[in-house]
């Protein structure tokens, strides 16, 4: 992860405890025993919170320009929110690298999974069949409607009648 031996430890010491969670979920024995859904879960929450690091730690440091007088004098007093922010950013990349290899096993899974079903000889599906529909006319039966239908019934009538009588 960051540093040596030594100032990982100190890190490590100045995480919450909700933090610290995140951290040994994400150790490489508990990630091989995770599937890809409780992957993706962690990855999220890992994310999160080393957005809010990040986040706090870029506002803290913005904050500390005016007060110490420069950015460089800013950046020694800002170490320990860097640190926390370092390590999240590492863990994130084991996360998504961990979360990348399972997704990717998945694929590979499908993939022959498909071409497997390709291979297969296809054996035509039985004819489905045929049903009667209980009801010709699927329109809307209203007052209305019914209506418009026989004017237009009697005006075609009215139409076929001046015809046949030339």
Known sequence: MVGDGGGMDAILGSLTEAELALVREAEPKRLAKLDEDALIDLHTRVRRARNKLVKNYRRRAANRVEETGGRG???????????KAEVFEDLLSTVST?????????????????LAEAARPTVPPPLPKKLSAQRSDRRPDTPDRRKRHASTRAAGA?????????
Do not use: P, Y
């Not at 961990?98 to 498909?114: D, I, K, Q, T």
């Open 73 to 83: 004098k800013a950046f020694a007093r800002n170490a320990r929110r860097r640190a």
């Open 98 to 114: 961990r979360l990348a290899v399972l997704a990717l096993e998945a694929a590979e899974a499908l993939r022959s999974e498909r």
């Open 158 to 166: 009215r139409r076929q009648a001046r015809r046949d009588s030339r």
